[in-house]
Every structure is written in structure tokens, then in C-alpha cells.
């Protein structure tokens, strides 16, 4: 009777025998990752998310504060519109109306309306006081009195829509409407001049003869390198000698 003899095995055979139980090992080895490796693929993939939160938020910041300002100009609106020149007139005319759009505040505010401005102007020995409105400089003048009239406002510690600053000061131009309400009674200025200061440079809150009304602001924008100054003249001429106001128009005509 032939003897029954087993096949060989083959160097085929051996090697797919081999590759199957690397592959059992690769296996068995992937099901069992080391928890601190898998917590620094957590934590490297928390870091990536992180980083690009931070990235799109350097890149919009800049943007999203310009987005009220420019929806404003789109639809060709100004915060308020004046109906004419005011100098020290009251809520109120002699017929019981109002003089403009809007009622004057009880606060003391500017207003810029080109660019949405709309800030209460406050008192304060310190610049505490720009954590609370426009900070009307101590020891300058006022509406009432005459001379320079200095205001001041942060430019980017608070951002649009906050009225607490004057972040979009630069938009202003020359010939731009400036209001400021003062002691219940309305005074209108118009731009006249802007320009760059370096912040020792003091000499732009210095007392005028004529009534003048002076804004600056931190810039370029994010920095405090510079003041950005903006200065505005009185919507009406005054004649300091005889205390009288007389519009611009009638002048020029």
C-alpha cells in the first residue's frame, strides 16, 4: 500500500502565511494605540482648530467694524439730518417746534452724521473718563464760552456698533456736518481741517480767539503712534465783537 505523503509547503505558501500574521499584528497593534499618543492627536488637533479660529479672526477683525459704516453710505443715509445752521438755539423755536429732526439730549453729545458717530461728551480729570463717552479735555473751552473746544475719543479699545468710539474718524472730510449738543442747546460746525500730530504735540488743544471745535483720536488704526486731528469751524460766522451769528449763505450772497 503507497504511503500517503503530505504537500509541501511552498515559499509562496509561507510568505502569504507571514504577510497574514504581520497584518494580524498591525491590526491588533492599532486597536491598542498607547492613550498618551492618542491624547497628543487630540490635543494636536484641538491646536490646529484653535489656530485657524484665531487666524480667521485676525483677518475679519479689521472688517466686521467697517461693515456698519458701510451699509450706512449704501443706503445713502446719514444718522440725522440737519435742517439748516444752529448756534446756540434751544429745543425748541419760538413756535414750540423743533428746530431739526431729532429733539436735543439731555446729555451733552457730539455727533458726526457722515460717519454714525453719536457719543455722549463727558467730564473726567483722567482718561477714565473714555471708558464713559467722548472726554470733553479738561481746562478747554465750550459752546457756551467760546475759543477751542477739545474732544477726545478711543479709537479701537471699543469697536462699531459702540458709540464709545472714534473708530471711523479718518472717514471723516473736510466740508463734513459736526454736531455738538451742549447744555440743551444746539451748535453746528463744519470740518475744516484734518490732519497727523505726534501725541507730544499738545499745541492742538491750545485756546483760540475765534470758536473752534478740535477731535482727535489715536492712529494709524491699532496703534498710538500719531493723533489723528480733526478741527471744525462754526456752520455760521460769528461776530465776536457784537455777539451776533449771521449764516454763511447770507455772506456769501
Not at 491588533?28 to 499618543?37: C, E, G, M, Q
Not at 450706512?72 to 448756534?87: M, S
Request: proline fraction near 6%.
Amino acid at each position: 500500500m503507497a504511503k500517503k505523503t503530505e504537500p509541501k509547503e511552498t515559499y509562496s505558501s509561507k510568505k502569504s502565511k507571514g504577510s497574514a500574521k504581520g497584518s494580524t499584528k498591525k491590526t491588533t497593534s492599532s486597536n491598542t494605540t498607547d492613550p498618551k499618543s492618542r491624547t497628543l492627536r487630540i490635543a494636536r488637533n484641538i491646536a490646529i482648530v484653535l489656530a485657524f479660529c484665531v487666524g480667521l479672526f485676525l483677518v475679519l477683525m479689521p472688517i466686521l467694524p467697517q461693515l456698519p459704516y458701510y451699509l450706512l453710505q449704501l443706503r445713502g443715509e446719514q444718522i440725522y439730518e440737519r435742517q439748516g445752521d444752529f448756534w446756540g438755539e434751544s429745543a425748541v423755536n419760538t413756535e414750540g417746534e423743533n428746530n431739526n429732526d431729532r429733539e436735543i439730549p439731555e446729555e451733552n453729545t457730539l455727533v458726526i452724521p457722515a460717519v454714525g458717530i453719536d457719543v455722549n461728551v463727558v467730564e473726567g480729570e483722567s482718561d477714565d473718563a473714555l471708558n464713559y463717552g467722548a472726554w470733553h479735555r479738561p481746562n478747554t473751552s465750550n459752546p457756551e464760552v467760546g475759543g477751542n473746544m477739545v474732544i477726545t475719543g478711543h479709537r479701537f479699545r471699543y469697536l462699531p456698533p459702540s458709540n464709545l468710539t472714534f473708530y471711523h474718524l479718518d472717514k471723516v472730510q473736510e466740508g463734513d456736518d459736526i454736531i455738538v449738543y451742549w447744555e440743551g442747546k444746539e451748535y453746528d460746525y463744519v470740518v475744516t481741517e484734518i490732519f497727523v500730530v505726534e501725541p507730544e504735540e499738545v499745541h492742538i488743544e491750545a485756546d483760540t480767539a475765534s470758536p473752534r471745535l478740535t477731535l482727535y483720536t489715536c492712529t494709524p488704526l491699532w496703534t498710538a503712534k500719531q493723533r489723528l486731528v480733526v478741527v471744525a469751524e462754526p456752520a455760521v460766522e460769528l461776530d465776536i465783537t457784537e455777539g451776533e451769528a449771521v449764516e454763511l449763505e447770507s455772506i456769501e450772497e
